[in-house]
């Protein structure tokens, strides 16, 4: 299990934070990714694997006015 967002996600078929996006349907471009503590940077997503117990923050990027 992982917690994204303070909330409890199924960790199953997920390898790696791009897939974790994914499955969420955010844009890796208008996202920011914070990992157990640490900032991703975008070109890490896909080589970042997802343990069980692993702590994420996504902040997504809105525009308006």
């Known amino acids: 299990m992982l917690q994204v967002n ?6 199953r078929g997920l390898g790696t934070v791009a897939d974790l996006l994914e499955r969420q349907g955010w844009k890796a471009e208008r996202v920011a990714v ?6 991703l940077r975008r070109e890490d997503f896909s080589a970042t694997p997802l343990c069980d117990g692993d702590k994420l923050e996504v902040v997504r ?3 308006g006015g």
């Open 61 to 63: 990027f809105v525009g």
């Open 34 to 39: 914070e990992h157990n503590g640490a900032i």
């Open 6 to 11: 303070g909330q409890p996600v199924d960790l």
